[in-house]
């Protein structure tokens, strides 16, 4: 911030002022982020032309580099990765390790002939092996694409099968909730449908045997056995060149399939990762997350400033609620990056880390996949750390990255996300298109950015990628959103503007009644949605309990009452109906949408997309929602 204000003249003296310059002075902002972080490449002379046009523009169009160059940021005996397989397997990989595996997968991809543009598809858990081969693959321009072993069959093809991959990487098996999880009928199902050469990697015992069971099946060993390490070669490559495919949540039909270029994804994570986590050389990075979510790109970016990965795949309760604060006390986690829904569980289980493991290390807590309850801020300080800067942040697979996050240079707010990400030009408008504060609207973004889209895959015309974000307003990228600035400058999220309720007229997000619901000991957890009724929606708010209650009619008064007095009248619903179960993404998301069809009686499209499909069947004819 010093740094440009000096370099150019402006009156910066606070976040607030440096976020205001970077929207205004997009060029000066991105090549001066470039120069900052150290960007292995050519820049060229231009930043950005078809500045004011959307959908047009483009950043550093002349410029060159490599997205795998710049993650092999160093060398030397020190952690580059330090992995967890719940407690059944433990890794440690140095820089020297990371660089020669990378480079023996590098000669190995080439020789069964992956290159510039070709998808490599990986069906992974979260372990080292995954990261080498992601930067192989990149070093050489190819495309990759992955998701958690724990989808099903037709879930991986759903995504693998509209991309055309080269090569399919799957793991043996892998372990969750102390159990190990076959996935040998899965992997001959989903080979014998791609037809393409399948690359298995030992985890869970019995990666030779699978692999021999297979068309054109070898293990991770046998692909790069032959070749001895050598230099790297990091193939140049344009800044729009495609890097990652990510794929939408399908769960209103068949994953969109979201192209990510390499200079947008690297320029977005080394800002994120460098100004808003403040984070540097040497720090232990943690995030809780699968391949299957966009939250794996944004932490092996770090990477790229020389932090060390601290990687887990498994359960977060296996064999209890401790494993990852034991991991983060071991390891000395700088940064421990999770759920709002993972937090939320710590804290109903009753553990109080703070007082039971030593996280003197940890600076920075981020929550996303859910806004992130002010029950959930109280606790984060009262409960794990009290002088630790906690980051709500949202964004998603869309842009790779978040538009709103953490920044170290605000106080943070109880139930608040402290502000818009710098070079993000983030507003919320109301359905007239106009600017409001003090009151609830779409979140929009109403000037480009590096890390948008490319494409989406398979959409020659654009018109699927144009519909999904500029379809509302027009040259204004509309993320779906449903928002609210606050007076301190910050953002609260109240969830998903598709699944607004809109009783009696009166616009709803579901989070303003989450946060009032799961304050309740009482309540494990809650799925809101509007039933069409009487030519009106109506709240129907679904409970799961927590052991040892029962939803009676003195419990439900005290929910109405606590959501009436918290939020207001409007958001008391019409309904409270206990379920065993609820269904949810294979990232943790509930899905609101997909309840929302089985309750009208209208089929789900992509059930595949679901970890526990079976939940849905809980919400079919419900005799409570017949009167």
């Not at 590098?106 to 070709?118: E, K, P, S, T």
């Not at 991309?163 to 899965?186: A, H, M, R, T």
């Not at 092996?300 to 604060?325: E, K, R």
């Amino acid at each position: 911030m010093s740094l440009c204000a000096e370099r150019y003249g402006s009156p910066i003296s606070g976040y607030n002022q440096f976020h205001q310059w970077s929207i205004s002075q997009p060029e000066q902002f991105w090549s001066e982020l470039w120069s900052f972080c150290n960007v292995r490449g050519d820049p060229g002379d231009q930043v950005l032309i078809n500045g004011d046009d959307m959908l047009a523009a483009r950043f550093f169009p002349q410029a060159t580099l490599n997205f795998a160059e710049n993650l092999l940021s160093r060398r030397g005996a020190g952690d580059a990765i330090v992995f967890r397989g719940e407690d059944k397997a433990r890794d440690r990989w140095s820089w020297d390790r990371l660089r020669s595996d990378v480079s023996k997968l590098q000669q190995a991809l080439r020789a069964c002939g992956v290159g510039r543009g070709d998808r490599v598809a990986a069906m992974m858990p979260n372990m080292p092996e995954t990261v080498a081969l992601m930067l192989a693959a990149a070093s050489l321009g190819a495309v990759w694409s992955s998701c958690s072993p724990d989808f099903g069959e037709q879930g991986v093809l759903d995504r693998f099968g509209q991309i055309d991959p080269k090569l399919f990487i799957s793991c043996d098996g892998y372990w969750y909730n102390g159990k190990v999880q076959d996935v040998s009928e899965k992997v001959r199902g989903v080979s014998a449908a791609l037809g393409v050469p399948v690359l298995v990697v030992p985890y869970a015992g019995g990666a030779e045997s699978l692999a021999a069971t297979l068309a054109d099946g070898r293990t991770y060993g046998s692909f790069i056995s032959g070749f001895e390490e050598k230099d790297l070669e990091f193939v140049p490559l344009p800044f729009d060149h495609p890097l990652y495919i990510l794929f939408s949540s399908g769960t209103t039909g068949v994953p969109k399939c979201i192209v990510h270029s390499a200079g947008g994804t690297l320029l977005q994570h080394l800002k994120e990762h460098r100004l808003h986590c403040s984070v540097s050389a040497g720090d232990r990075l943690f995030y809780f997350t699968t391949c299957g979510w966009m939250m794996w790109n944004w932490l092996v970016s770090g990477l790229a400033v020389g932090a060390t990965l601290c990687l887990f795949d498994g359960s977060p309760f296996a064999p209890d609620g401790t494993v990852l604060f034991e991991y983060a006390q071991d390891e000395q986690f700088t940064i421990f990056g999770t759920s709002a829904k993972y937090i939320d569980a710590v804290r109903k289980s009753g553990l109080r880390p703070k007082e039971s493991h030593d996280l003197s290390a940890l600076r920075l807590m981020t929550s996303t996949g859910s806004p992130l309850s002010p029950e959930g801020f109280s606790f984060v300080y009262e409960g794990i750390k009290g002088d630790v800067q906690l980051a709500s942040i949202s964004g998603g697979t869309d842009i790779v990255s978040c538009f709103v996050l953490g920044n170290p240079l605000e106080p943070v707010w109880k139930g608040e996300i402290q502000g818009p990400g710098l070079g993000l030009a983030v507003d919320i408008w109301d359905d007239d298109g106009n600017p409001v504060r003090g009151e609830k609207g779409e979140l929009v973004c109403t000037k480009p950015f590096p890390s948008m889209p490319i494409m989406f895959w398979n959409d020659s015309d654009g018109s699927r990628y144009r519909a999904a974000y500029f379809e509302r307003f027009d040259n204004v990228w509309c993320h779906g959103d449903f928002a609210e600035w606050t007076d301190h400058g910050g953002i609260i999220i109240h969830g998903r503007s598709d699944t607004t309720l809109n009783p009696g007229g009166v616009r709803i997000g579901t989070a303003e009644i989450y946060n009032q619901v799961e304050r309740l000991p009482e309540i494990a957890e809650a799925l809101c949605i509007g039933q069409d009724w009487d030519g009106d929606v109506r709240v129907i708010l679904f409970v799961r309990l927590a052991p040892e209650h029962v939803l009676d009619d003195e419990l439900i008064k005290k929910v109405k009452t606590h959501i009436r007095m918290g939020a207001s009248p409007r958001h008391v619903p019409a309904k409270i109906i206990a379920v065993q179960d609820i269904p949810r993404t294979k990232s943790g998301k509930i899905v609101e949408l997909a309840v929302r069809d089985v309750v009208h009686g209208r089929p789900v499209k992509n059930k595949e997309a679901l970890a526990n499909p079976q939940a849905l069947e809980l919400f079919e004819d419900l005799a409570e929602l017949r009167a």
